[in-house]
C-alpha cells in the first residue's frame, strides 16, 4: 500500500509538472501572438507583406486573452498577470469595438449621413407602386449632409434620377463625381449632397472603377467644413461564397490572396488620402465606406488626427456589413477633434444595401445651424 502511494503521489506530481508546463506554454505563445497582433496596427502592409491581415486576429486575441486570465485567476496561478498584461495593453482595441454611450437621438447640430448604396439596388427595383425605396429613406432621413457611395444615376429613366431626387430638385446642394459608364447617361460613383451651399469641391484620388475620394467645402454658417466622401479598395470578401462550407472551403486562400492585395491598394490610398487631409486648410469630416476594420493600420493612421464619430457617441458593436459577415465594422465618420459627434446611429433596419447606412450629429464651438 505504501509502494502504491509513492508510485500515485509521483505520477500525480509529473501530471502537475507536465500541466504546469503546457499552460506556461500556452501563455506564453499567446503574449507572443498578442503583442504581434497589436503591433500590427502600427505597420502599413507596404513595408511587411500580409501585415494587414494580423488585425481580424484581434477579436480573437482579446477574448483569449481574457478567458485565459478568468481560469488562471480562478485557479490563484501567477500566470494570470501575463493575459491580464495583455488585456491592458490592448484597452484601446475595446474601446473601439464597443461603446455603451446614450441614444441621445433628439441631439440638435449638424447632421450626417453616409451610405454605400450598392448601386440603389437597381438590377432589382420594387415590385409594387407602393413599395417603399431607397430614394424615399433617404428623402427622408433628416440629415443636412449626405454621402453616397456607389451612387447610381441614369439620366433616362425618370424614376431612376437619383440626383434629382436627393437634390430635391434644388434644395440640397450636390457634387457628383462618377467613376464609371456614361455621364451623361448611365453612370456610378461617389456623391455629396448639402442642405448648405458647396463652395468648393474636388478630386482626391480616383480609381476609374468603383472606388475613389471627393471633398466638398461646405459653408455652414460662418464655418467652411471640408466633407469627404471616401471609398477605398474593396476587401474582396465574396460573402456569399460563406454561406456554406464547401463553397468556403473552396475560396478560402483565393479570399487570403485578395486581402492581402485589398489592403495593400489601400494603404496606398491612405498616403493620398493623409497628404490631402494635412493640406486642408478647414475643419474635416470624412466619411465613407473604408472597408477597414477599426483594426487596421489605415484606422490607425486617422485616429492620430481626426476623431472617430462611433467611439464618441456609439451604441453596441455598429456592424455596418449587411451580409453573412455581419461582425464587420467598415463604414466609418471621422472629424476634427474640434467637431464634436453628441449622437451617432447605425441604421440596422435599412437592408437596401450590403452595407447599413451610418448616421451622426455633431457640434462645434460657434456653430450657426
Not at 45 to 58: A, C, I, S, T
Not at 102 to 122: C, D, H, I, M, Q
Not at 206 to 224: H, L, P, Y
Amino acid at each position: 500500500m505504501i509502494i502504491e502511494e509513492i508510485f500515485s503521489n509521483f505520477e500525480y506530481q509529473i501530471d502537475c509538472v507536465t500541466l504546469t508546463i503546457q499552460m506556461k506554454f500556452i501563455t506564453g505563445l499567446l503574449v507572443v501572438l498578442s503583442l504581434l497582433v497589436f503591433g500590427s496596427v502600427f505597420i502599413s502592409p507596404e513595408v511587411f507583406p500580409y501585415v494587414g491581415l494580423l488585425p481580424f486576429l484581434v477579436p480573437v486575441v482579446l477574448v483569449a486573452n481574457l478567458f485565459l486570465f478568468f481560469m488562471l485567476a480562478l485557479a490563484w496561478r501567477r500566470l494570470a498577470f501575463f493575459p491580464l498584461i495583455c488585456l491592458v495593453l490592448g484597452y484601446k482595441f475595446f474601446l473601439i469595438s464597443i461603446q455603451f454611450h446614450p441614444k441621445n437621438e433628439e441631439a440638435s447640430g449638424l447632421k450626417v449621413l453616409t451610405y454605400n448604396a450598392r448601386l440603389f439596388n437597381y438590377k432589382n427595383p420594387p415590385t409594387g407602386a407602393e413599395d417603399p425605396t431607397v430614394f424615399s429613406w433617404l428623402n427622408e432621413h433628416p440629415a443636412d449632409i449626405k454621402v453616397i457611395q456607389e451612387f447610381y444615376q441614369d439620366f433616362t429613366i425618370e424614376n431612376r434620377n437619383a440626383i434629382k431626387f436627393l437634390s430635391k430638385e434644388g434644395e440640397f446642394d450636390y457634387t457628383y463625381h462618377p467613376l464609371r459608364g456614361e455621364p451623361k447617361n448611365r453612370s456610378y460613383g461617389l456623391a455629396i449632397f448639402s442642405k448648405y451651399p458647396i463652395v468648393n469641391e474636388g478630386v482626391v484620388f480616383n480609381e476609374k472603377n468603383s472606388n475613389g475620394a471627393i471633398f466638398a467645402d461646405i459653408q455652414v454658417g460662418k464655418d467652411t467644413l471640408r466633407v469627404y466622401n471616401v471609398h477605398l479598395a474593396s476587401m474582396s470578401i465574396e460573402a456569399e461564397a460563406f454561406e456554406n462550407y464547401d463553397s468556403a472551403k473552396i475560396v478560402y486562400k483565393q479570399t487570403l490572396g485578395k486581402l492581402h492585395l485589398g489592403s495593400l491598394k489601400r494603404a496606398q490610398q491612405m498616403n493620398i488620402l493623409m497628404e490631402h487631409l494635412g493640406n486642408s486648410p478647414y475643419k474635416v469630416l470624412l466619411m465613407g465606406d473604408l472597408n477597414e476594420l477599426p483594426y487596421s493600420n489605415a484606422y490607425f493612421r486617422l485616429s492620430e488626427s481626426l476623431q472617430n464619430a462611433f467611439e464618441l457617441a456609439g451604441r453596441g458593436f455598429g456592424f455596418t456589413f449587411n451580409r453573412i459577415l455581419f461582425f464587420l465594422r467598415i463604414d466609418h465618420i471621422f472629424a476634427s477633434p474640434s467637431v464634436v459627434p453628441i449622437q451617432f446611429k447605425t441604421h440596422r433596419e435599412v437592408d437596401y444595401s450590403d452595407h447599413y447606412p451610418v448616421a451622426a450629429t455633431f457640434t462645434w464651438d460657434g456653430f450657426e445651424p
